[in-house]
């Protein structure tokens, strides 16, 4: 069987059996467990492959592109697949400790397997309906799981989050319509292609815009993220790690792939927009942040405010920048994934997560508070912690473009990335001065719910992958610029899907 489908079967398959059995039991978490684990290994071969013997492609059905349905893997789709396969796979160990099997909702196990399932459906797709199709699929599970567990007080948050996608979708299906009836194909290559010829086109700038704003959306971009900030908090904390770490994600990765795959590379106008676009996402998000004062809240500010990094170095649109966005994306999703996961932790102990009301976790439990404080020093980009490298790579290529035409838009966007920094450090400070280092007899730490100690061991797990992005971060920075040169190889990828011309 062609490696290339399996990213999508085997989460399909997994959520399948799941729901086959009824009630959640151990064999169930059995099941989901070693299917998990098989993800990650099957995601990191991926890797390897394409690293060493570059992009594979299976053509479904065997009709020939541009006409069936392609799935395509680079360097660019394993790193993600392979992200989303440890976190969902954290994720889910960390819920077998937080919910025993008796408690559990019987469709969350399934549901995140068939959100997976979507997730990497979207990633390996070469053309925009199935695009859409892998989009619908994700945004269902996402929108079960959201309200699954809620109670009638927070389900009102999920509101926005379901009719801001609707309408997203509602405008993607009329920009893959608009894309049809001006190329005739849906096939990434074949409008690619198509798009190069036609780039004094008015309509091809149009349709890039639409397709931003789509994705922009779906990503959490200003001024399009005002859904998420209130609608991530009601998540469990394993699921809330989990969309962290991954949906708007696929959103930034989508945009990847639109301006460097679909769309001529010479539209620096719009890359310019998307840069300024990074830029007031940032700093909106971490302001934001600053203003919260329970951890979820606080967390989920950051994801826009990280996303803001991210949109920024796309918007950059050099070969560095686009490897800094990459090298980024492996190390943001980690470490917010992490903390999710850390502030759900401490939510056990301390029975909230309410700044006001927590304290004396550093002499529960030192461990938990060494993991929140790397994970949040590498949110901010100290060094030497993962976020450090990323952060200097879309700084440096500011700078560099800054002694260019218009440079100071440039300086002006790397100041604010500096900015956003320094304001990420004081709210993760806010969160760890409060929670970890206050001493406060009137507040009671719940070392009793013997749960902490397994859900800190999954965390402790996620903070060492982390830390040896960071600690080992030429070899990732290696594997992002092969990725950002195959994702800017156009020519090579058309040849590669549409064979030679």
Known sequence: MNLVVLPVLLPALTGLFALLILRPSPVRRTLVGISGGLQVALACTLVGLTYTQGPMKVELGDWPAPFGIVLYIDVLAAIMIAIGAVISWACMLYGFFELPTR??????????????????????????????VAFEVMLLASYALITLEADDWNIKEAFPYLSVNLFSSMLFLAGAGFAYGMFGSLNFADIAQQAELMADDPRVGALGILL?????????????????????????????????????????????????????????????????????????????????????????????????????????????????VIFYNIHNNIVKASLFLVGGTATVLNRTDTLARMGNLWVATPALGIIFLC??????????????????????????????????????????????????LFSMLKIWLTTFWVRDESIEVHREDRRWKGMTAVVGGMCLLSLTIGFGAQFFIKLSFEASRQLLDKAAYIEFILGPS
């Open 103 to 132: 408690v559990t909702h019987p469709l969350r196990l399934p549901l995140v397997q068939f959100l997976m399932m979507g997730i990497n459906l979207a990633l390996v797709t070469a053309d925009l309906f199935n695009l859409f």
């Open 212 to 324: 931003l704003v789509v994705f922009g959306i779906k990503a959490g971009i200003f001024p399009l993220y005002f859904w998420l900030p209130n609608s991530y908090p009601i998540l469990p904390a394993p699921l809330a790690a989990l969309y962290a770490g991954m949906l708007t994600k696929v959103g930034v990765y989508v945009i990847l792939r639109l301006f460097g795959t679909l769309l001529p590379h010479e539209f620096s106008g719009l890359h310019l927009v998307v840069a300024w676009m990074g830029g007031l996402t940032m700093v909106l998000g971490v302001l934001g942040a600053v203003s919260r004062g329970f951890i979820r809240g606080i967390l989920s500010f950051h994801i826009l405010s990280q996303i803001g990094y991210m949109i920024l170095a796309i918007g950059f649109f050099t070969p560095f920048s686009i490897a800094a």
């Open 375 to 424: 994970q949040a020093l590498s949110l901010a980009g100290l060094p030497p912690f993962s976020g450090f490298w990323g952060k200097l790579m879309i700084v440096l290529e500011g700078l560099n473009l800054g002694s260019g035409p218009g440079g100071w838009q440039f300086f002006v966007l790397t100041g604010l990335a500096l900015f956003t920094g320094i304001l990420t």
